[in-house]
């Protein structure tokens, strides 16, 4: 019993020496910090047998997606939505924090916007050694209603703040998730109009899907 608990020990110390070392690699591709960054990695570990297409709508940088992409391999296709021009105007719906943050352009944390030229996560996914990538770019009302990929979609990342940028993924990509697949919502803990578009899809669905945590990761199982 001692044996088998060391053993675990001892494969968990590996995992997390790997993790740590792929934020390393990818920590100017990312606005993640590396606790959430490792948590993000340890939480869609456990959905590897799950095969589909993996997707994030929000990149920025891609560090996030190609990190995934080291983790799951190159045996799938990966779909990286942005506009690659920041962040749309935030609402009153997105709560006050949203509204001050997109004002205070002088701020350290107001990173242009969160504006990335395309070309940062085509490099990132390429440092990941991946071929199997599409980069769309565009806003995602507009993008992701043409979305229609070969096979169901296994891990959806949504990165994009506000409440219209979550709702549009929620209602153009949810269906598009395999049962069992996984939903990382990540601003549900930071912006308030993440987490109200995530309630009002649940709850204007009907739909039973609990949300779930993991180290402070915000997660559906679809
Ligand atoms: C916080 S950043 C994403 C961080 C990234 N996942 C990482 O690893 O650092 C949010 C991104 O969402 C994009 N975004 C937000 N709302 C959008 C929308 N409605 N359409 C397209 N892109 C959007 C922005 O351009 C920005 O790159």
């Known amino acids: 019993m001692m044996l088998k608990k060391l053993k675990v020990l001892i494969i968990k110390e590996r995992h997390l020496k790997f993790f740590k070392k792929i934020y390393k690699k990818y920590s100017d591709f990312t606005m993640l910090p590396e606790d959430i960054f490792i948590n993000n990695l340890l939480l869609i570990e456990k959905f590897r047998p799950l095969d589909g297409c993996v997707v994030e709508c929000g990149v920025w940088r891609g560090g996030m997606i190609a990190s995934i992409s080291e983790l799951l391999g190159t045996s799938r296709d990966y779909y990286l939505f942005d506009s690659f021009d920041g962040l749309p105007q935030a609402k009153e719906v997105d709560g006050s924090a949203a509204n001050d943050w997109q004002q205070d352009k002088e701020s350290p944390k107001y990173f242009n916007n969160c504006k990335?030229?395309?070309?940062?996560?085509e490099r990132a996914m390429e440092m990941a050694g991946q071929k199997n990538f599409y980069l769309i770019e565009g806003w995602f009302s507009d993008t992701l209603p043409l979305f229609n990929p070969e096979l169901p979609i296994a891990i959806l990342r949504l990165d994009g703040d506000w409440y219209d940028s979550t709702m549009d993924c929620l209602i153009n990509l949810f269906p598009k998730v395999k049962k069992g697949g996984l939903i990382i919502i990540d601003d549900y803990y930071a912006w308030d109009g993440c987490?109200?578009?995530?309630?009002?899809?649940?709850?204007?669905?009907?739909l039973e899907h609990k949300i779930?945590?993991?180290?402070?990761v915000c997660y559906i199982i679809k």
């Open 212 to 216: 779930r945590s993991f180290n402070n």
């Open 195 to 206: 987490s109200r578009a995530v309630h009002d899809f649940l709850s204007k669905g009907n």
């Open 116 to 121: 990335a030229e395309m070309i940062y996560a």
